[in-house]
């Protein structure tokens, strides 16, 4: 985990929320200059910030609203750091809690080069990142629409399809299968919205691989050059890094894949694992999908899973293999 540690004259803390921010500014001394909530817009911000924008820093935790505040900073020539939300364990600490407090505590943890600090993700990319994990989400909806079908299957014990829904081509008489009125009323719904999913995903990619094309063309066709990743995976190992130059080492990278397990120690005892939550949930998916797909397609693979399923069990062999394709993106910089 790594700190911001520079040396300011101000310090700006802020508790952000949709309508309302708590703005709370310290000296180098630690007193208290600005305390007090303002409307969350740019120009209150601003205001509040006047007088000590010569020599200030602002933070803020790592929630959903951060974009424009760090957009404001950057075009105002302000430093932001943004702040690690599952890190800040100080300010959940206290017996009391509420906005004047936390917006203190932020400004604290700053002045005291004790913030914990998360990848302010840059504003060029930020949106195509976006648009990526809003295509996963529409590929979940529609994977649970294939998965009524087959459970509406099962649940009327009728004959298997015998062929993946999942194809278009492969569609067609899924209707009338169900011999039931009202079960073939349900199953024609869920076909007519997995069609338009497919539509909308198709749709979606072709965008985001013409922007991948446009932001780094040479980082995307090297990650499809790793055996196991393909198309989206490369997209979503691309958008969810962005600059692998921005870790010092192969471990830190895999900590933040969730590629590796924290060790909880104490007097020479391990007490298990700690942190699993910690990190980059979609580069855990990619790698978790990467292995899966090198084994499909790759007979040396196979071998190689075999051999450490034999010594740690399948599921650790796979969460290895995860590991291994892990190191080999981060000695190919992306």
């Not at 404001?72 to 509420?98: D, S």
Request: proline fraction near 3%; include cysteine; hydrophobic fraction near 40%.
């Amino acid at each position: 985990m790594r700190f911001y540690n520079h040396q300011h004259q101000y310090y700006c803390g802020i508790d952000r929320h949709v309508k309302t921010m708590y703005v709370c500014i310290l000296d180098a001394t630690g007193q208290v200059l600005v305390h007090r909530n303002v409307p969350s817009t740019p120009a209150a911000l601003l205001e509040s910030m006047a007088p000590y924008r010569d020599d200030l820093v602002v933070a803020a935790e790592c929630m959903f609203t951060w974009y424009w505040l760090a957009d404001v900073c950057a075009a105002e020539g302000i430093t932001f750091v943004l702040g690690h939300a599952l890190a800040m364990k100080a300010i959940h600490g206290g017996k009391a809690k509420n906005d004047k407090i936390d917006s203190h505590k932020i400004a604290g943890l700053l002045r005291g080069g004790l913030l914990p600090q998360a990848y302010v993700y840059p504003a060029g990319m930020r949106a195509t990142r976006d648009l990526l994990r809003r295509r996963l989400h529409l590929v979940r909806k529609r994977g649970q629409l294939l998965a009524h079908i087959q459970n509406t299957r099962a649940q009327y014990n009728l004959p298997e399809f015998g062929r993946r829904l999942a194809y278009p081509g492969n569609r067609d008489g899924v209707v009338e299968h169900f011999p039931d009125p009202s079960v073939r009323k349900s199953i024609e719904v869920d076909v007519v919205l997995i069609d338009q999913y497919d539509a909308l995903v198709t749709d979606l990619e072709l965008t985001i691989v013409r922007e991948a094309k446009r932001h780094d063309a040479d980082a995307f066709h090297r990650l499809r050059s790793v055996p196991g990743i393909g198309k989206v995976l490369a997209l979503t190992i691309l958008y969810e890094i962005h600059d692998i130059h921005r870790f010092d080492r192969v471990q830190e990278f895999a900590s933040y894949a969730r590629l590796v397990k924290c060790q909880k120690q104490s007097g020479g005892r391990t007490l298990g694992t700690s942190g699993a939550k910690m990190g980059n949930v979609h580069l855990k998916w990619a790698f978790s999908e990467a292995a899966v797909l090198f084994l499909r397609h790759t007979k040396d693979g196979k071998k190689l899973l075999t051999a450490m399923a034999k010594k740690h069990g399948k599921g650790k062999a796979l969460s290895i293999l995860a590991h291994k394709i892990g190191r080999a993106v981060m000695r190919r910089p992306v």
